[in-house]
């Protein structure tokens, strides 16, 4: 087999039969992505060099005998991650040529376990956007095509959408994400992989560059369940450095892929009904779990459609507080002034772009004196009653199961130029980040173009186990073996 179409596990388990070296996985990956990249734009960086050394000593680890739990594997990383002495740049130019001296705590344990690093990965500026257009390195082509319209430039959803397309298009077995109001799931769902954003505090957010702090958790994109539970067991862990990471044991994920979904209780929401294509699915998707013995409830989430409005409230709030940092004097690129008050001004006209100033703006406005009550204050309130829709549910069934999306990927500048219709993409994906629940999309069907539609599972906080087990059902019971268009 072509060593860029190994799945992770399979990867892993064929260098440790010796069917296939880190060196031979990782240079077919690299060769992959020189073909691919100019094409794709999913890399920002690659580190091709730092990947061969790190290849050779991961195959010397693995012959001593001291292989750890991903040892040789070659994944990408989202630019988000602060990577020691390579460049990080949240995809803006504020950050453009940033070196971290510094690890992330995720980035930190991947390296333990073995794990190769291909490069960095793009995104939408500071994660803000669901298109990747966003991006000041540029936008990234989804892999997949129209059946009817093959010309037409999709994109991979955002803000993972780099890390998406990367592991779609086989130049990376995986890659690290990061979902803030379903960057993981919609990015995934849009390239037809697998992504899971689990339970806030269930990933540690230092060194991650911070969009919206109490909604932004780290997880994996992989083209299979069992290997976004592989690459979560690495990723997760109690760290002393982030004072919201959970201190609880993390479980094997993988071992609850293999878990019978018999005698589950299914929940529905009346209220994420829709229409077409997505709505079929979804159905499909509730049929499966039960012919597979689980048991279906109707649930009630009163407040979800108050979610959205909600969180594009809370998440440019804790934004603009967050982006206060890049004035020029700190970090990164500097635009000098006359005073200080107008070099800030000139740095930051000149280092964001669109989308992160209308973010600034519009969280300085629900931060204000005169607005604070009215907005932002409320948006908490509406919050906790997410939550507590939530915790009423848990009280009927075990997982909820939704559409990821209301649609499949869209192309290149359809809905770009409003706002709020792009914002819509996360209409389904924003109640977990909310609640803080762990969620994952899985791939579960093609469209009437051949475009992949996902569903998505949430679970009960730190219960990652059982959405990987229903996850994991989809995922057999869908059989879901199409291949993107343009592919390594
Ligand atoms: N699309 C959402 C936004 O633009 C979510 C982004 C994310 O999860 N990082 O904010």
Redesign the pocket.
């Known amino acids: 087999m072509e060593p860029v179409h190994f799945t992770l596990a399979g990867a892993l388990s064929a260098m440790e039969e010796g069917v296939v070296s880190s060196v031979e996985l990782t240079e077919a990956h690299l060769r992959a992505i020189d073909t691919l990249n100019p094409t794709l734009n999913a890399y920002i960086t690659v580190t091709a060099d730092r990947a061969m050394d790190a290849a050779r000593a991961a195959d010397e680890r693995r012959a001593r005998g001291d292989a750890g739990p991903l040892t040789g594997a070659p994944i990408a990383i989202k630019d988000l991650f602060c990577t020691a002495g390579v460049r990080t740049t949240a995809g803006s130019k504020i950050l453009g040529d940033f070196v971290p001296p510094y690890e992330s705590t995720v980035t930190t344990q991947l390296l333990r376990d073995g794990a190769v690093f291909l490069g960095k990965v793009n995104l939408d500026e500071f ?4 298109s990747n257009a966003s991006s000041a390195f540029g936008g990234v082509l989804n892999p997949w095509q129209r059946r009817d319209e093959p010309e037409a430039r999709l994109v991979p959803g ?2 993972s959408g780099g890390s998406a397309a990367a592991v779609a298009a086989r130049i990376a077995l995986a890659a690290t994400a ?6 993981i799931r919609q990015p995934a769902a849009f390239c037809g992989i697998a992504g899971i954003k689990p339970t806030y505090g269930r990933c540690s957010r230092f060194g991650i560059v911070a ?1 919206a702090s109490s909604l932004d958790q780290a997880g994996p994109v992989a083209r299979t369940v069992e290997d976004c539970a592989i690459l979560l067991r690495s990723m997760a862990g109690f760290d002393p450095k982030d004072s919201t990471s959970a201190d609880r044991a993390v479980p094997d994920f993988a071992a609850a892929c293999h878990a019978s979904v018999k005698g589950m209780r299914i929940g529905v929401p009346a209220e994420y009904a829709l229409a077409g294509e997505a709505q079929a699915l979804w159905e499909q998707g509730i049929a499966w779990l039960r012919d597979a013995g689980a048991s279906i409830v109707p649930i009630s989430l009163p407040h979800a459609k108050f979610a959205l409005p909600t969180y594009y409230i809370v ?1 440019p709030a804790e934004a603009s507080s967050n982006l206060a940092r890049y004035d020029g004097v700190r970090f990164g690129t500097r635009v000098p002034g006359e005073d200080l008050q107008d070099l800030y001004e000139r740095t930051r006209a000149a280092g964001f772009g669109a989308e992160v100033k209308r973010r600034i703006m519009i969280g300085t406005y629900v931060l204000s004196a005169g607005y604070y009550d009215a907005y932002y204050v409320k948006a908490q309130q509406v919050r906790a009653l997410i939550r507590r829709d939530f915790e009423n549910a848990w009280a009927d069934c075990d997982a909820i199961l939704t559409p990821s999306t209301p649609t499949a990927a869209f192309a290149e500048g359809e809905s770009q130029d409003d706002p709020v219709a792009m914002y819509l ?2 209409v389904f994906t924003v109640t977990a980040n909310l609640a803080g629940l762990p969620a994952m999309s899985v791939p579960a069907g093609l469209n009437s173009q051949g475009l992949p539609l996902g569903l998505q599972v949430i679970g009960r906080g730190f219960d990652e186990q059982t959405v990987f087990s229903v996850a994991a059902a989809i995922e057999r019971a869908a059989g879901f073996t199409a291949l993107p268009q343009v592919m390594a």
Do not use: E, K, L
């Open positions: 994660a803000m956007g669901s955002g803000s990061t979902d803030t109001g379903g960057s969009y998440a993409n996360d």
